[in-house]
């Protein structure tokens, strides 16, 4: 008798978790199309592939969006782009925003945005310019804009740098170089978008290197508000001597 109640218990179970597996309602996953960039793509596929950009790759709206980090852009910037920058066009104020983000900052947000061409090629950028123009006004990218990046893209990569002698690396300018106080503060200088860099004296070595080259693995309980705002790309634009001077410099304090 004991058996057979475990055993109803059991089909009882595993009937009611399929009927609620069943109810749930099912979404095909699909495999990403690749996306194929020439020099006769439309304006509006332009824009289309900058929205995948601007929604994915690109992180934008880990900020934009948000109304906090940084301004609203869909649905509005195209319109209000001619008129940031005296004698400055949409698409070209676009186009430094996104690698000069400094230039310009809108009233009431901190500087905190990244040259974007760091984390995202030439022919990704012009999409974005594409997109953010169409939210609010007229697509003016053409392919004379991204040629030059299509070109860039089919030549073969450079080759590897030289080493470089951990000695010869100031971690105060590699510090400057990868834009860290654009969110972070060391003695009184740069943003409180981050933990300030004296909070990490004394930490383990491989604690604060992870959170560097993955930001998202942990977030300081102060800082929630801006989880996800630091691009997980510095383990790739920093080489291996130059990420563990940093570490060391921020561990001892450069003492």
């Not at 869909?74 to 004698?87: A, F, I, L, N, Y």
């Not at 000069?100 to 040259?115: C, K, Q, R, S």
């Not at 959170?211 to 508000?225: E, K, L, R």
Request: charged share 15%.
């Amino acid at each position: 008798m004991t058996n057979l109640k475990i055993l109803f218990t059991v089909i009882a179970t595993l009937g009611v978790f399929t009927f609620v597996a069943n109810v749930i309602p099912q979404v095909q996953s699909a495999v990403p199309e690749e996306i194929i960039l020439t020099e006769d793509t439309t304006p509006e596929e332009l824009a289309a592939i900058g929205a995948e950009v601007y929604a994915g790759v690109g992180g934008c709206t880990a900020c934009h969006g948000l109304g906090t980090r940084a301004p609203d852009l869909v649905g509005v910037v195209g319109g209000t782009c001619t008129t940031r920058v005296e004698g400055q066009s949409c698409k070209d104020y676009l186009w430094e925003s996104l690698v000069n983000p400094t230039a310009y900052i809108v009233e009431g947000f901190a500087p905190i945005m990244l040259d974007q061409s760091r984390t995202l090629d030439g022919a990704q950028l012009w999409t974005l310019v594409a997109f953010l123009e169409s939210q609010g006004g007229e697509v003016t990218v053409t392919s004379d804009d991204f040629a030059a990046a299509l070109a860039a893209a089919d030549a073969p990569p450079p080759p590897p740098p030289a080493p470089v002698d951990p000695a010869d690396i100031d971690p105060r300018q590699l510090m400057v170089a990868q834009g860290c106080l654009a969110c972070h503060s060391f003695e009184g200088e740069g943003q409180q978008i981050g933990p300030p860099f004296e909070a990490l004296r004394g930490l383990d070595p491989e604690y604060v290197l992870r959170g560097i080259v993955n930001p998202n693995a942990d977030t300081a309980s102060d800082f929630a508000a801006f989880a996800g705002t630091m691009p997980p790309t510095f383990g790739d634009l920093m080489s291996e001597a130059e990420l563990s001077v940093l570490v060391e410099f921020f561990v001892t304090g450069g003492q």
